[in-house]
T-cell receptor, first 113, second 112 residues
Framework: KAGVTQTPRYLIKTRGQQVTLSCSPI?????VSWYQQTPGQGLQFLFE???????NKGNFPGRFSGRQFSNSRSEMNVSTLELGDSALYLC????????????FGQGTRLTVV | LAKTTQPISMDSYEGQEVNITCSHN???????ITWYQQFPSQGPRFIIQ???TKVTNEVASLFIPADRKSSTLSLPRVSLSDTAVYYC?????????????FGTGTQLKVEL
């Protein structure tokens, strides 16, 4: 059974640009959550999608957005990139909402220069 | 979500049992307790989850006292490959979505 797949694995962008990250959940999983991990702030929740609807949202500015498609694949977009957006972005999928058992991907390492 | 407190770091040797305790004084009735393991530059990996008493799986045990204000993750006979950061999370059992709140975690270092 394939795990959670995130693409790309590494990305370098310039300040002011925008970026789109992709996440393919485990087959059959309908919940996809996104997290940002930095050395200073640790792992922080961005948002969660379930059945194409955003169900939970973390405390991030509106530059961070996401969506989920009918096949449960999800994308995360960050507009007007700032240096502080450099981080490891992790996607997690779950079979259902709630329950706490999530399966994480390897992440996308975003560097903003 | 209930705030959790864990030791920042722990050291151990191969073959020893390691117990990592997490405090969650404000845990709610609907909250479960989950532990994750994370290696550098990888996503966290689910280890074990419980609600009360004791839960055991092939890699760890989770002990939860009756008041549920703390929990202890027990790793039997650790090896070098168990060197990682361990996170304790508390969250709603149902209906709360998968908004996981990670604390700072415990950096476990296993030596020969």
């Amino acid at each position: 059974k394939a795990g959670v797949t995130q693409t790309p694995r590494y990305l370098i962008k310039t300040r002011g640009q925008q970026v789109t990250l992709s996440c393919s959940p485990i087959s059959g999983h309908r919940s996809v959550s996104w997290y940002q991990q930095t050395p200073g702030q640790g792992l922080q929740f961005l948002f969660e999608y379930f059945s194409e609807t955003q169900r939970n949202k973390g405390n991030f500015p509106g530059r961070f957005s996401g969506r989920q498609f009918s096949n449960s694949r999800s994308e995360m977009n960050v507009s007007t990139l700032e240096l502080g957006d450099s981080a490891l972005y992790l996607c997690a999928s779950s079979l259902k909402q709630g329950g706490g058992e999530a399966f994480f991907g390897q992440g996308t390492r975003l560097t903003v220069v | 979500l209930a705030k959790t407190t864990q030791p920042i770091s722990m050291d151990s040797y191969e073959g020893q049992e390691v117990n990592i305790t997490c405090s969650h004084n404000n845990i709610a009735t609907n909250d479960y307790i989950t532990w994750y393991q994370q290696f550098p530059s990888q996503g966290p990996r689910f280890i074990i989850q419980g609600y009360k008493t004791k839960v055991t799986n092939e890699v760890a045990s989770l002990f939860i006292p009756a008041d549920r204000k703390s929990s202890t993750l027990s790793l039997p006979r650790v090896s070098l490959s168990d060197t990682a950061v361990y996170y304790c999370l508390v969250g709603e059992l149902t209906g709360g979505g998968n908004k996981l709140t990670f604390g700072t975690g415990t950096q476990l270092k296993v030596e020969l």
